[in-house]
């Protein structure tokens, strides 16, 4: 039974201070660093500590009470606390206080003097009435039961400070009692006292023993005394039940610090670290269990002039302040940022260790590209309340720019990574992953810009370089004279064939046959039409897609429509033409063949998609986007050198539509599937600019190419992507199946994929011929008719745009044949680069030798 208390309050009494003042106040204890918790001794040490304080200020001197004299009362107890400070946190505020007396207060479950008392007794006697009234008296909210479960359900109810159970009653079972409240949640808040018999600590007995191992904190003798209970009550008021509040706090105190922003490093006085917070693991990548032991100098300050100035003050129990570079271990990237270092004294007058504090608002912003993590720190500011002024100002502002209602949805992705790495704790490498995942995202291009990078990295082919770099950037470059691309104007205007509906020969009916084919001989149905295969296949897949019941349109009008959109294609380019149209088109029908999209498209889906091929690329005046800005072509002015063509494409679509009743499919739609279907066609229509392609394959690779999305291996064909296709999503298939359509001529048998090359390879060459005619700025230089190597631009598409995306389009569509088309022809564009069949000219002589189509047709049937 502790009996220092009494003793105490006896020197008080005779305000015996010059005893007291000899107590080293050091030994006031604050949340425990280093030292391991020793509850009894340090919480006797602080009370000796606080009254000491107290009689050297005077206060007891005015103090009336006496708890010996027998008079106290609740009022007089009352006065004495609030008039004198028994613990440092109801001490008045001192602004001069050092390091070790700061002023915190505790935290506890119950407010302060109402501590609950729950009084376990199983038969009311005078000892029971004694401690009741002694708490009383102390003002402690009293509960009493008289039995095991009614006293498990008080506490359970009502999360008692203090339980006191009566252990001498042989037919209870304390031990069950006890145990039950320590598994209850929050009990280690709890202080449980068995009252136990005089004798159980007179004999040897195993009584005391067994009790304080089935959970109590300590035993107190039975007595009918009620002062020597107020004495124990008070004991065990300012000593084990402080010591829990002091427990909580500290916990709360730790938490704090992991949560704040500032970095907290607490070393002893030899540098070593005692104690980082996770900010520090976060920002400078280290891992707190890595660090214990370990110095400063070794870890992270390698700068030992700066420690060494650091440290003549800390030594001296000065707190020191000024800029400090700190080393990230793990990529050794420098930071810069204000040090606030704090000596500490656990015990002695002098430090026992050190408090570092780095305030990330001041960290260098020279280094903010190094050091990403600390962006993030340095806009949401710094919880350092110290560290105020103008700074304070620009926190309040930077919170309330926070708090307008701006959110994006990548504003909200940030704001849950960043509560994500709050919650990773200490694990470095996770949250330095987690730093990068949200600088990628920050950045603007995200699907694009570190694709050209790495594309740039990686190829040294000056041509493929040069067609790369073309296809994806969206810098500017010149444009068609009006004499060099036919007016637009004259083509529009539909003039109706007197004959009525195309009588289509047997020739073309027969190949027409094959029209879903992914082997369809598009250049045969090219010579068969006279350069008119769009309006004769567009009827065909019209028709098979029942388009005209789609739209609620006659097949007239439809047939005239193909008409206008041919008509308006420019039959001089070489590759973008009205068979380049058809062959995109068909290559749409082929997919839409597939059971996957069958499954997903509506017949207006199906429509539009088959429209938005057979248009996509109307009125191409065989030129980029980047000539036409260069040349400050007047489509370019128009749409501000941004999405040239396509915007073309898209717009010249609707206005040859809507410009002649007689050609306008949409006619009898109403308004909203009009929109609907003009929206599809649009989106379509701008997808096929290829400076998006790593967007449009990066988006659809998340959503249908990944595990998650659909939980399984990709290619799995038993996937089902029903959960996953929303209306966003359709149309990311959409955009990807257009794309792919119109680049899909790699994946075509070798003689048709040649010749396709054959033609882009001339409409780049007539580009750089026109750039240099007109001395403009020559876009792809290598694209030279007289040098250009066609296999290597072909090995170099296939390298950077064509693989990547069919494997992707594969995996959802499940058509093989165009993985084994494009590795074969891979093959052979790498077998006649070897054999330096290179240049336009190379290729035509294999054209009409071993590519003719008589021949690769008797190569196929042997
Ligand atoms: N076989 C090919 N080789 C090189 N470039 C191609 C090939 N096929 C298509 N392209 C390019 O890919 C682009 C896709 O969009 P466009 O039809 O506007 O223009 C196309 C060409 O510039």
Redesign the pocket.
Known sequence: MGCSPSALLEQIHKGSSASLDKVDKSAIKKPAITTASRTSTVTTTVQVNNMSRASKRGKFLSMPFNPFRGDISRSMLHHRKSSLALTPEEEPLDINRGPNETKYGLISPTPKHHLKLLLVFAHPDPVCDSLSKAADKLGFEITTSNTNIGALDEYQAKSHDLVIVDTRAKNFDNDLLCRSIRNTKGSQHTVIIAIVRKSAFERDDVTIASLLESGFNRCLIETTNVLVCVNELIVLKHCDLRTMAQHATCQAMYTALDKCRDLVIVTDDSYKFQYMNAACERQLGLRQEDTIGKTLQEQLVYDTVQINTMGSSLLRAREWSGPMTLKRKSTQETIVSNCRAVPFSCAGRMPTHFILVFDTNSIDPSNLSQSRGSIHSIRRGSTDVRSIGSDYLRRTSLAKLNALPLEAPITKIVGLIDQIRENVGSNGQLVQLIDKVEDILKGSELYVSHVKEDFRMKTDEPVVSD?IT??LSKAPQPTVTASSRRSSNDSSVFRPSRTGLIKVPAAIRDLLDTALMWEFDIFKLEDLTRKRPLQHLGMNLFNHFDVCGALNCDERTLSNWLTVIEANYHAENS??NST?AADVMQATAGFLEKERMKSIMEPLDEATSLIAAAA??LD?PGK?SAFLTNSNNPLAILYNDVTV??SHHAAMTFKLTLGDERVNIFKNLDRDTYKLARHNVIDMILA???TKHFEHLAKFVNVFCTRSSVGSEIGDQSEDYAPILTAENTTLVKRMMIKCS??S??TRPLRL?VE??RR??E??FQQTDDEKARGLPVVMPMFDRQCCSIPK??IG?VDY?INDMFEAWNAFIDMPELLTYMRQNYIRWKEFDEQNHTTLNDIQKLQATILAPSITSSIKSD
């Open positions: 067609l073309a296809l590759y973008h380049h996509h690329d191409h980029s063509l396509e096929t600019e290829m119109d680049v001529n790699p994929c396709w090359a882009i390879a409409e780049y631009s072909q598409f745009i």
